[in-house]
Structure formats: C-alpha cells, structure tokens
C-alpha cells in the first residue's frame, strides 16, 4: 500500500499544479490501531492547503458546506474548478485526480492495481491491489486542509473537558479544519459542490492518546480496555452486517465509534476502564449505543446538532438492536463463528 501511494502522490504532484502540494495522511482504524480482521482496507487522505475560504451552510446538519473563494486564490488554477455558482465543485476536483490516478496506476510495475468503479455519493477513489491470496482495497479520500476557525455548529461539541482535559479541547480546536469531497444526498438536485467537515485526524488522536491521566496505555503505565471495547463493537457490527447486508447496509463503523466516544465522555476515568473489566465496559458501551438505536438519537461527536440516525430509518435502528439483543442474551454466538 505505501509503495502505491508513494508512487501515486508523486504522479498527482507533477501532473497537475493545482495538486501540487498534495499530502498524504492515513486516517481510519488501521491507523488508530482499532483494525479488526485482516488488515484488507486501508483509508488514505490526500490533504491540500487552501488559502481561506467561505463556508455555507447547505442544510441544517451543521456538517455539509458549499465552499467558495473570498477573493481570487494565489493558486489560480483552483478557479477551474468553481462552478457557474462561485462554488467549489468537489465532482470536478475528483474527476480531475480520478483522471491522474487511473492514468497513473498502468505505469506502476511491481503490483496489479486498478481503479474500482465510482460509488454513487461516495468521496473515496478505490484503488484494488490484487494481493494474492487476498484483494486490498485502498480508499484515497481528497481533503481540503483550511487554517480558520471551526464552524458555529461545532461550539457545543467535543464535549472532553472532564474526560481529556479543558487545555486538550482547546489545543484541538485550533488545528486546521478538513472538509472532504462528500456529496449532501439531502439536496433535491445533486450538484456535487457539497464538502462535509472532517474530524478524522481529531479522533486519530482522541484513540490513540485515550487516557484521562498522561500515563494512560503508555509502556510503563497502567492499561485500558478502550480500544479493546471499539474493536469489539466494530466486530459486532462488521459480522451483524455480513449477516443481513440489505437491512443494516446504511450503518457504518462511524456510528459505532461515535457512541464509543460518547461513552469515554460518559465515563472520563482511566480507573472506568480496567484492562480486566473489558466484558463489562464493552457491555456498557453496547448499552448506550443500544439506548440511541431505540430512540433514533446519536448526536455526531464534534456537531451535537447533527444526529446520526435519520428519523426516517426508525425500523432499521429498531432491526439493528433487536439483532444486538439476541446476541446479548446469547452470549455473542457471532463472535465464535
């Protein structure tokens, strides 16, 4: 994979100025050190710089934004890509480096890579590695990186004072803000000039830096069960959904890391999270998760006003905890086999 990419950014670098000064970050659970299973998936940011910009709001989540330039960007070949509105367009910045990459990866010798086929509403251009004796899929995720304030909408989240600390949700605050080419399937007409913020690298750290005292899961300090407890919610809703494909397709892993971040608010202390005490922490995040499926109410962890659950989906949150339950009273039987 890092051969890959390597290759590729250096391609995307030279071919087009407008993504010259490309990044690569690594974002997602192989990443946080939460991957379950085999180590097949891998998401793969390519952060740009963009001088300041002006976000609007395209609904009431607090999540979706139309971008576009306060005054002309010193990189002028940014404007190509500025729809008849004075927006942004995310459709035309993937297509571009949709182009590059397909290009690209005929010339890249050592492994058999192609570019799979576009996913409607999907901000991820996957890349298949043929790996014998299995196929690695990469998702490389365009990013706009911008150094400005967070959004009014983000005000009243990350609620980790008690939890990280006052001076941690400051210190965060002030990083730069990511938006990703993710289309809002709310609007009526799909234009695809629509960017969703991204916290990504935020909750990198959250996991990986995860105690309430500094010693948390260090060498020489005590240890925690948190990853332990997300591995084994992602299991469960990785095999609930190989299981029932058609009813639970529109959960993802993100639903169940938020309400684990949730829980590590709800319960702040290292001393709440014992290595030994896995099975009852695990329990008690899988209660709390449970609790938002029957109330169709899981708050987006950065943007309290964004909820998760779409009221419209009611039977499906109520399909997903009732699978949940059985497995509960059954001792998890999908975990053996």
Known sequence: VNQVISHLVQAIRSKDGCFSSIERQSAGSYYEHVKISEPNEFDIMLVMPVPRIQLDESDDTGAYYYVSFKRNPKEKCLLK?????????????????????????????????TVA?????????????KNPPSEISVDIILTLEVQQSWPLSTQDG??????????????????????????????????????????SHI???????HGNSKTCCESDGPKCCR??????????????KMKHPKELEKFCSYHVKTAFLHSCVTWPNDSDWHLGDLD???QQCLGFFVDCLQKSQLPHFFIPQYNLLSLEDKARHHFLSRQISHQWNNRFPVFNE
């Open 203 to 209: 909750e990198k750290d959250m996991i990986n830096n």
């Open 280 to 282: 009852h922490c695990f």
């Open 81 to 113: 890509f500025v729809d008849e509105d004075g927006k942004l367009s995310a459709f035309k910045m993937l297509e571009a480096l949709r182009k590059i990459i397909k290009q690209e990866v005929k010339n890249i010798k050592d492994e058999e890579v």
């Open 117 to 129: 086929r576009k996913k409607a509403g999907s901000p991820a251009i996957t890349l298949q590695i």
């Open 158 to 199: 990350l609620k980790i004072g008690q939890w990280l600390g006052t001076k941690a949700r400051r210190d965060f605050r002030f990083r730069s803000l990511y938006l990703v080419a993710k289309q809002n399937k709310r609007e009526k007409v799909l234009r695809g000039n629509t960017w969703r913020i991204s916290f």
């Open 227 to 240: 990853k332990g407890c997300l591995k084994l919610l992602k299991y469960l809703l990785e095999q609930l």
